[in-house]
């Protein structure tokens, strides 16, 4: 568990990673273009979970790409990236809203951040907000049941349960 | 597989016919026994371990089942694992899986509603004999005569792993010890082979199974468990009765 926890963090900041490295090649088209930028991170979420560990190398790769791309945002200062911070369009998907902000100064893009949803079921793409199974009070009630699910019994173990119980009063 | 099946068809149907279900139903289900036993020397299984049958040459659901193993293993981070005890024992997926394929026939001879309880996993589909949801209690991990939670499920599957009942018999891969941590895990979900691993790979993962559990409410699995240190735990979508 240890590991899967590590792996899906290291997705999480490979997709910031690679949203960087997308959004340092974009086309001029300046702040608007945090926009797709984060629709791309929305639909990419679903596979990762699963090879996370197997992701987590490729973050380090992006982020290696991103200092090679230097050059090209350099080139970009010209046609003007404008200084400042920049907000994305708020973006829906199957699990919640996500939003993407960059940072840009001396024309070059220095940070680049999304939010997540915080509600719902959202661990494919934030494992922080993951929801969480809910702590209760145990009990210990007898009840009407049609059937009883328990740790699988042994041949032995079945006469004494309350699964037998119940299949001698529907006999 | 050394434990006992309750079969409940609440179809209005003529009483032969009722027997006949179940008696096909059986059958069924003791030609899987025949087939996938470590126990037997001549199942598919035992002959896959003696290395006289490769797993390409078996039957069609010797190979899916193996296939889902698989799938699994991987789904679970290895904590689902058919080789767990070192030679192959696919006997935690085949009894879902094969309650599935029982209930499936029955769907498919006309029994809309009816449940299967193997051992304390169970697949349901339609309604109860009362003409609402199947009440299916949740055995409290301390008390055999109680129920910790009593869930309404229509259509759908119950499973549930714990260590009270048989010890521990569920290992945890990564330390080679016996599971710790939970002494109940219960998964509801569409289909009983994967319910039974996710409890199973949950229980071996101990606590930390709590948060793998969080995520499988996104595939449709809901979940319920209880600490060695009698702590319960919810997935917010359990459907309680």
Known sequence: MRRSTAAAVGTLTGAALILGVRLSVQPVGAPVAAEPAAQEVTEEPAPDESSAAAKKPAAKESSKGKASAKPTEEAEDESGLKNGTHQGKAVQNPYGTVQVTIKVSGGKITSANATYPKTGFSGTINPNAVTKLGQETLKAQSAKVDTVSGATFTSQSYVTSLQAALDAAGA | MGTV??????????EARLRELVASTCAWLHEVDARFSTYQDDSEVSRVRAGTLKPADGSADLRLVLDKCADLWRETDGYFDAYAAGPLDPSGYVKGWSV??????????????????????????????????????????????????????????????????????????????????????????????????????????????????????????????????????????????
Do not use: C, Q
């Open chain 2, 5 to 14: 099946v309750s079969i409940d068809i609440a179809d209005d149907l003529p």
């Open chain 2, 100 to 241: 599935e394929v029982a209930s499936a026939r029955l769907a498919a001879a006309g029994s809309t509603r009816h449940h299967i309880n193997a051992g304390g996993d169970i697949r349901m589909r339609g309604t109860a004999p009362d003409g609402g949801p199947w009440r299916v209690g949740i055995r409290h991990p301390w008390e055999a005569d109680k129920l910790a939670w009593v869930l309404a499920v229509r259509e759908g599957a119950v499973a549930t792993s714990g260590t009270y009942e048989r010890g521990a018999h569920v290992w945890n891969p990564r330390t080679g010890k016996p599971a710790e941590g939970l002494r109940s895990v219960t998964v509801v979900g569409p289909d009983l082979a994967v319910a039974d691993a996710y409890a199973t790979a949950a229980l071996a993962m101990g606590e930390p199974g709590l948060a793998w559990l969080a995520k499988r409410v996104a595939d449709g699995y809901e979940s319920a468990a209880v600490t060695d240190d009698g702590r319960a735990f919810t997935s917010p979508g359990l459907p309680v009765a």
